[in-house]
């Protein structure tokens, strides 16, 4: 992988903040760096046909159980949303 400037400012802002955006063009690397600065959380990709169809038809119960570190989050989302 090359060395990438941002990956100090990703780690920076990750201690401080609950969610950091990595955006860019397509095929640019954005995937394989966040990955490997965070080898500990699960990955799900939405471009994966089967995982979008769950998350789209049943957000609330079949995608969550994919991802039970989240369901709090996903909760308070839901909450908020109502």
Excluded: C
Excluded at 3 to 23: D, H, N, Q
Excluded at 45 to 53: C, G, H
């Amino acid at each position: 992988m090359i060395p990438r400037k941002l990956s100090g400012t990703i780690l920076k802002f990750a201690k401080k903040y609950p969610v950091v955006s990595v955006t860019g063009p397509r095929q640019s690397g954005k995937t394989t760096l966040v990955r490997s600065l965070f080898p500990e959380h699960k990955y799900l990709s939405l471009e994966n046909p089967e995982t979008r169809s769950i998350a789209l038809t049943d957000p609330s119960r079949k995608f969550i159980s994919l991802i039970p570190d989240w369901f709090p989050f996903f909760w308070e989302l839901k909450a908020l949303s109502n």
